[in-house]
C-alpha cells in the first residue's frame, strides 16, 4: 500500500517543477567520481517518483515529435526520438542492475509496482500511429535524404523495431498486444523473484563431524561461517544452494546421502507445488509468447526471436546443435563409463547417478592428469586474477586500470577501477562485485549502470558493473577461484571491454544481437589458461611464487577435460530453450528425421503439447535429442532463468554460437605466433569492440577476419574431434 501512495504523490511531479524532487538524486547532475550514481543517497522511496517523471519527461519529448510543424526528417524525428528519455535511463539502469544484484523486500515490490507502467509506457511510444507515420515517412524517403551510414543504419533499425513492437499492426491486434505484454513482463519477474526465493531458502545442515568426510578444509571453514551467520545453525555446517557451496560440496563429499539430498533441492528448484513454483509460469509464459508472436506474423516465438539474429531462424540453431550434439554425448559416454570403472575397481556395488558425477569426474582428473583442483587454487587469489586480467588487457589493447578510492559504493566490498586509453583519456569505469548475498541473483553477469553514449556530440563514459558469486574469503584467507571461476570472470571482463571500448554515436544502435554479444566475452576466455599468462598472475597467494611449470603443463593437457560433460548438460538446456519456443511443425519434422534412431522415444514425444505438463515436455524433450539419465540439462525448466526471464528466450545456443566466432577469432591471434599481437588486437577492438551494433553483425565480423568462420576450430578447442 505504501508503494501504491507512493506512486501516486508521484504522479503530480515534473521534473524542476516541486522543491520536494530536490531530495531525490535522480533529478540532480551527479558530482561524484566520473558521475557514477550515488549509491549512498539513493533510498528506495526515489525509485517510483524518478521512474514516473522519466515516464512522463519522454512522453511529453515523444508528443514534442508529433506536433512538430515541419514534415519529418532525420533531425526532428528519428533523432530526437534516439535521445528521448534520458531521465528514464538514468534511473532505470541504477534500479534494474541493483534489483539483479543487491536487493531487497522494498526493490522486489517496487519492480512488481513498475513491471506494469513501464510495459504501457513502452507500448504507448511504440505503438503510437502519430509517431510511427513520421518514422515511415523518414524510411520510406531515406535513400533522397542524404545520410551517412550511420544515420542510414539508424533509421532502418528504428523502422524494423517499430514494426517488431506491432506498429504496422491494426489497432485491435495492438490492444491485445498490450495485454501480452504487460502479462509476460509480470510473469517474467515473478519467475526470477520465486527462484531467488526458493534458492535462498534452502539450507543443508551438518551437525556431526563425519558427515564431512572428503571435504577440504577451506570449505569446512566458510560452511561453518555459514552456520554461524544464524542461531538457529550457530556451530554447525551449513551448505546452500550457491555455486560457492553445493559445487565443491558435490566435488568433494564423499557421503552419498547428503550429496543426493542436495542435488534433489537444487534440481526441484521452483517444482515443489508451493508459492514459488515455477511451472504454471512457465505453461502461461509459453503460450502468451507463442500469441504475441503469431500476431506480429511468425509462426513462433523463436522465429520471431531469431530472424533479428545472426542465426535468421530456429532450424539453423538446430544445425549447429546437432553438429555439436553427436561427439558431444559421444564423449560423454566414456567419461561416463570411465568413472564407472573407478566405483566397480573401488567394489563401489552402485551404478553412477547424477549426483555422482561431479565427485568421479574431480577424481578421474585426479587420477589421469594428477591434477588437484584444490591444488591449484593457491595460485587462483581473485586479486592476483584481476591483475591478470589487467594485465591481458593492456598487452592486447594499452588501456589501463586503476582503483577510485572513496567512490560511492551500494555494497561495502564492491570496489571501482577507472579504464584509461593508450594516450591517458577517460573510458569508463568499472565496478567488481565478487561474492555471494541473499539479495544477489545467481550466476555471473556484466550490466552498467550508465550505458556509453553521445550528448551534444560528446561521448558520455560508460559505468560498467561485473557480479559474480565466487567463492569467498575465509579467516584470514583471501578468496581463492576454481578454475571455472578463473574463467568466469575472465569472461564477464571480455563483456565489459565491450561496454568500456564502445564508441556508438547513436543509442538505438548500441546494442548487439544476442547470439554475437558473447563473441567478445567468450574469446577473453582464452587468455586465462594460456601458460604465458598463467605465469604473470598464478602466484601462490601466501609465498608469491609463481605457479610451477609442471603445473601449468597439466592445466593445459587437462584443459579439455570433462568437455563431454559440460557441451552434453549445456546443449541439453539449448535444446530445451528451443523446444519450448518453436512451431509444433518444426519439432515434428525433426522428430521425423530423427525416427530411426529413437524410435521408442519418438513416439511418447507430443512435441509442444503442454498440455502434459512442464516436467513431462522437459523428459520428453530431453529423450528425443538422448540425453542420458546421468547428465542433467545444465538448468531444468523451472530454473531456467536464462530461457524464462526474457534475456536469451530461444537464446540460450547464443553461447554456442558466439564459440563457432570465438574459436576462429582466437585463431586470427595464434596465426600470427604472438597472442598479443598489436595489430590483430587493434582490428578486433576498432571493428568488433568498438562498433556496438552500428553494422550488421557477420559484416563486422568479416571486417575483422576476412573470412566467415567454420566449425573446426570450435570442435578443435572442446576437444570433440
Ligand atoms: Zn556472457
Redesign the pocket.
Known sequence: MRFMFLFFLSMGLLPGSVSAQKSNPFFEEWTTPFQVPPFETIRNEHYLPAFQAGMLKQQAEIDAIINETAPPSFDNTILVLDQSGRLLRKVSAVFYALNSANTNKEMQDIARQLSPLSSKHSDDIDLNPNLFKRIQAVYDQKDQLNLDPQQMRLVTETYKNFIRSGAGLDPEKQERLRKLNTQIDMLQLTFGQNLLAETNAYKLVIDDKASLAGLPDDIIRIAAETGNQDNLTKGKWVFTLQNPSITPFMQSSENRNLKEQIFIASHNRCNNNNEQDNKSIIQQLIQLRTEKAMLLGYQSWADFAIADRMARQPANVYKLLDQVWKPAIRQAEVELSSMQQIIDKEDGGFQLEAYDWPFYSENLKKQVYALDEEAIKPYFNLENVRKGIFYVSEKLYGITFSEVKNAPKYFKDVTLYECKDVDGSHLGVVYLDFHPRAGKRGGA??GSYRPQSYVNGKRVAPVVTIVTNFSPPSAGKPALLSSDEVETFF??F??ALHGLLKNVKYSGLSTVPRDF??LP??IMEHWAFEPEVLNVYAKHYETGKVIPAELVEKIKKSSNYGQGFKTTEYLAACYLDMDYHVAPQLLEARKQQEATAVAAVAEATQANNLDMGIIEFEENSMKQIGLIPQIPPRYRSTYFQHSMTGGYTAGYYS?IWAEVLDADAYEAFKETGNIFDKETAAKFRRYILEPGGSKDAMQLYLDFRGHEPGIEPLLQNRGLK
Do not use: D, L, P
Request: charged share 20%; aromatic share 18%.
Open positions: 553477469w556484466c569472461h564477464e571480455g563483456h554479444v558473447e566475452s567468450q553461447y
